[in-house]
């Protein structure tokens, strides 16, 4: 999947990619088709940088209830010719996640697009996962017959199908045909449940790497073929050496992270950092300065799990180098500096922003340590991160640092959070907008009374309902 083109943050399209509060509450005032062109634009070109951990299906499901949307421009989008060509499930996984969430607020239209693809569409599992939650029995018994059609009845079918069972996401579909009363699916469903249980344990049976005994040189080996496969296996190597290593291995392991293989190396370094070893800090200084760019990128990140006292003061030495040991630095104080360390995060938060931009992934850590600290002066870059990043987490953790830091948050940014796509961002907003707006009152109220509102943004609400809310 390539990288979406996102609009600028000023216009209405690029509000409703990022998943803005803003992006409804503009698109609710907008002449409908334009709002409803640039809604569909979403829903069929998924935004998200990352579409596995970011969130929009209820954001865009909840703001066609509010424009009364029709399906069409979905329905053509999931039965299009490429359906059959791209079978990525990014291609119509926001899709079908917007009408299931469509579903459970009553759209019998979208339930029904829901099965029909399902039993025809590519990107069928995940349709019957939507369908799991919300359809009823009779619906799901009715996919039985289209469903088992895909798959061959031949050893290769019998195969795919049973590793379609044992990865199903929602089993209640399969439990169901597996007591159907037709005799053919329920015996060809119960076979692959079987089957797939089966190959869970042998799974189980034939575990693959290290075994007991290995010696410190045979973990180095396994690193350094996996560098050779194209695979990093330091991290579990260096769990391992963690099992295999004695006090006697240490100049071995000492001398593999000066001028070892490149498994060996990063192996070691890990291991050296997740054990607080006192040459742990030169070492990936050398590495960062001397080795090649996987060593550089192991020994950062090495250097970053650390956290000694001798670690977070070697930061403060380091965070000034323009290397990525120097990034680190400055994430390494964000996360466990102290007041003293507030100058060094906030020149670590403005130089990640005016040499990455908005969505640089050092900006994370460096923004959750501005609210960490209280850093009241980053204010300004924190809302030039709010609101240009494209990226929805990314802007929940601006939004939770501006309200540990700008006294302007509650009656600015926290009233949009309430209809912001992440349910992190809502609870903020829900803790801290101010009630003297009215559009604030009747939005707490309406989160309120929403099923498919998280249990954490309602307790939020909650407790700013009837304490602080005015009378209707």
């Not at 948050?409 to 803790?431: H, N, Y």
């Not at 954490?456 to 005015?470: F, L, W, Y």
Request: with cysteine; proline share 6%; net charge negative.
């Amino acid at each position: 999947m390539f990288d979406p083109v996102i609009a600028p943050s000023g216009t209405l399209l690029g509000l409703l990619q990022r998943g803005r509060g803003d992006g409804t509450l503009h698109a609710l005032t907008a002449p409908r088709a334009e709002a409803l062109a640039a809604l569909n634009h979403c829903v069929v070109r998924d935004p998200r940088h990352d579409w596995q951990v970011e969130n929009r299906s209820l954001y865009y499901a909840r703001l066609y209830l509010d424009l009364g949307g029709e399906l069409d421009t979905i329905e053509a989008h999931l039965f299009d010719p490429e359906d059959v060509l791209d079978t990525e499930d990014c291609r119509t996984g926001l899709a079908l996640a917007v009408l299931g969430h469509l579903a459970s607020y009553g759209r019998r239209d979208a339930l029904e697009l829901l099965r029909r693809y399902a039993a025809h569409g590519t990107n069928w599992a995940w349709a019957l996962d939507e369908l799991a939650l919300r359809d009823d029995d009779a619906g799901l018994r009715s996919l039985a017959a289209p469903v088992l059609a895909r798959f061959p009845r031949d050893p290769g079918g019998d195969a795919e199908l049973a590793a379609a069972v044992r990865d199903a996401f929602e089993p209640r579909p399969w439990r169901l045909w597996a007591d159907d009363s037709r005799d053919w699916i329920a015996t060809r469903v119960r076979a692959a449940q079987e089957t797939g249980c089966f190959d869970r344990w042998q799974r189980q049976m034939r575990p693959s790497g290290p075994r007991p005994g290995w010696s410190v040189q045979a973990v180095f080996d396994w690193a350094q073929q996996g560098i050779e496969r194209g695979t990093a296996l330091h991290v579990p190597a260096a769990r391992c050496l963690s099992a295999v290593a004695g006090p006697e291995d240490r100049p071995e392991i000492l001398e593999a992270a000066r001028t070892g293989t490149e498994g060996a190396r990063c192996t070691a370094l890990r291991y050296l950092a997740d054990s607080d070893d006192p040459a742990a800090l030169d070492l990936i200084e050398q590495a960062v300065t001397t080795g090649p760019t996987p060593v550089v990128e192991a020994a950062v990140e090495s250097y970053e799990r650390m956290g000694s006292v001798a670690a977070v003061e070697r930061a403060r030495r380091w965070a000034h180098r323009p290397d990525p040991l120097g990034a680190a630095a400055g994430r390494m104080l964000a996360c466990r500096g102290g007041a003293q360390d507030k100058d060094l995060v906030l020149g670590a938060l403005r130089e990640a922003v005016r040499g990455e931009g908005p969505d640089g992934p050092t900006l994370w850590t460096l923004v959750d340590g501005t609210g960490r600290l209280g850093i009241a002066c980053a204010a300004p870059v924190l809302r030039h991160v709010y609101r240009e990043t494209a990226s929805s987490h990314l802007r929940g953790r601006a939004a939770r640092a501006l309200a540990a830091t700008d006294p302007a948050f509650a009656a600015g940014f926290a009233v949009e959070c309430l209809w912001d796509c992440e349910e992190s961002t809502r609870e903020i907003a829900a803790r801290h907008a101010e009630t003297g707006d009215t559009r604030v009152v009747d939005r707490l109220r309406r989160l309120a009374a929403d099923p498919a509102e998280e249990a954490e943004v309602q307790t939020a609400v909650r407790s700013r309902i009837g304490t602080e809310t005015p009378p209707a």
